[in-house]
């Protein structure tokens, strides 16, 4: 008789040597965050294993004598009645097509494939409801995207945003929704409102978990620690999406800043630009300078880190700068994994 318990993997629990073989001989890695692991047990012996991070279900692993489906039911079953219990009810599958199937028998559904990976949901809401709430802000007619995290808000930012808005008869601006940034959503969200209010034609909305999200395109938040392998795999499926579903809102062109710093961003500029084809126009900006210095989030994270407000002036419009000066003490004793 088979049971589930959690596996505790900080390098000393009796399982983790198990575990870790059994991700390797599915494909996948141990080093990917994850919120919680599971494991499945035959007497004492680790035969699969499922993982999550927030609402991604994650880390699906079965040894091969027990793949069939019964195991994998128990696993995905206890799965989500441990989200429920945790009050999340919309979750998200990031797998390879050969999986596809198994998933979407148990009531999954597909947003997106390519020939590397698929995401799927299941739950409440889905991205059809989101799309229905995105157009309901929108007026009818052509419409420049703008994607970002803006962590925070910089005066590149708004330089991009100012030039969609002058090109264009209407902006919208997805704000990511992932909290894995040094300033929280809904910092970033209200202080990407506040540098665009005298921009009429201009929308603010979420990504919600559906575009550079850490269900589409985790390694995104990683950087410079990201494979790049992986990071293109995953901007893909990322731009497939924008393609394929934000394209039904009738947006016909993105615009994105040059980036020379950033491989992953750089990866991503390049896979949108082969991705959308001549079905939407990539327009790649000049990145504003400050100086000879390219202005960048992560440069006023660092002069947050130093406290250098003069250096910060420079760098954010008045009203991310007020913020930061009324935050300073909290923001530098916050995580520094973002810098």
């Keep these: 008789m088979t049971t589930i318990r959690e596996i505790y993997h900080d390098g000393f629990d009796l399982y983790e040597p198990a575990w870790q073989s059994l991700l390797q001989t599915a494909g996948l890695t141990s080093d ?75 009531g999954f559904s597909l947003i997106a494939q390519t020939d590397g990976v698929v995401l799927l949901e299941q739950g409440l809401g889905n991205f059809e409801r989101y799309l229905q709430r995105l157009k309901a802000k929108l007026h009818p007619g052509p419409t420049a995207a703008i994607v970002m995290n803006a962590n925070p808000f910089t005066l590149g930012h708004q330089f991009l945003i100012q030039q969609a808005a002058q090109e264009n008869q209407q902006v919208l601006v997805l704000v990511v929704a992932t909290e894995a940034s040094l300033f929280t959503y809904q910092e970033r969200l209200a202080l990407v409102q506040a540098g665009t209010r005298v921009l009429t034609n201009v929308t603010i909305a979420s990504t919600e978990n559906y575009l550079v999200s850490a269900a589409t395109f985790p390694t995104y938040f990683l950087k410079e620690r990201a494979p790049l392998k992986v990071a293109a795999v995953q901007a893909r499926l990322d731009a497939t999406i924008f393609k394929h579903y934000i394209q039904a809102l009738n947006i016909n062109k993105r615009y994105v800043g040059e980036e020379p710093e950033s491989p992953v961003t750089q990866i991503y500029n390049t896979t949108m630009q082969a991705t959308f084809g001549t079905e939407i126009q990539l327009i790649i900006k000049p990145r504003q300078r400050n100086g000879t210095e390219i202005i960048s989030a992560s440069k006023v994270r660092q002069a947050i880190q130093a406290g250098d407000l003069t250096k910060l002036q420079t760098l954010v419009p008045p009203s991310t700068a007020h913020y930061i000066q009324a935050h300073l003490t909290d923001l530098q004793h916050r995580r520094e994994d973002f810098q």
């Design 32 to 106: 990917d965050p994850v919120t919680r692991t599971f494991g499945l047990f035959d007497n004492d012996q680790l035969v699969g294993t499922v993982g999550h991070l927030g609402p991604i279900i994650k880390q699906v692993a079965i040894l091969s004598d027990y793949q069939g489906g019964a195991a994998f039911n128990e696993l995905l079953s206890y799965m989500m009645n441990y989200l429920a219990e945790q009050q999340i009810f919309h979750y998200f599958v990031y797998t390879t097509p050969t999986h596809r199937a198994a998933f979407e028998h148990l």
